[in-house]
């Protein structure tokens, strides 16, 4: 898959520091673990399982162990799941006291992702929640097109 650099991505977290988030919460730092931090600490987008594997050292493990892992660290809160309408699950470093909640912009060519900062204003989701009487409503938003170099 093909990365589009994009200057502001997300600040990059120590590998020391997430080992120290699963240390506290009494999770054992694997070495599947540890690698799988790794990997994603120096990508700025969202990987699928099969990427995360194919970027793995050699026979570091296996393809289901990246999704036990995945599972462990999506409910610790240390990334957040994404889906880009194509099936597989992506998955992106979330930092500390986070959420993690932004949006991409996919190229449906080359499969290049840009991350985005922009997000629904507030009172869109205000209006929906109170013209439907619900609460705590929140959204889920990826944006797709070709980009400057697909067109
Ligand atoms: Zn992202
Ligand atoms: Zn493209
Ligand atoms: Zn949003």
Avoid: W
Avoid at 17 to 44: F, M, N, S, V
Avoid at 53 to 75: K, N, Q
């Amino acid at each position: 898959m093909k990365s589009h650099q994009h200057p502001q991505a997300h600040p990059q977290q120590e590998l020391s520091a997430l080992t120290g988030r699963l240390r506290r919460q009494a999770r054992k730092i694997t070495g599947p673990r540890a690698a799988i931090l790794e990997i994603l600490r120096h990508h700025p987008h969202p990987l699928a399982n099969k990427e995360i594997f194919d970027a793995m050292p050699r026979g570091g493990c296996d393809l289901a162990t990246i999704y036990r892992a995945m599972h462990l660290l999506e409910e610790m809160g240390m990334v957040k799941r994404f889906d880009f309408g194509d099936g597989a699950a992506r998955f992106e470093l979330v930092g500390e006291g986070e959420d993690g909640h932004h949006h991409h912009l996919i190229c449906t060519r080359c499969a290049g992702v840009v991350e985005i900062d922009e997000c629904f204003p507030s009172e869109v989701e205000s209006r929906i929640a109170a013209a439907n009487g619900f609460k705590g409503v929140t959204h889920k938003l990826e944006f797709f097109g070709l980009c400057p170099e697909c067109q």
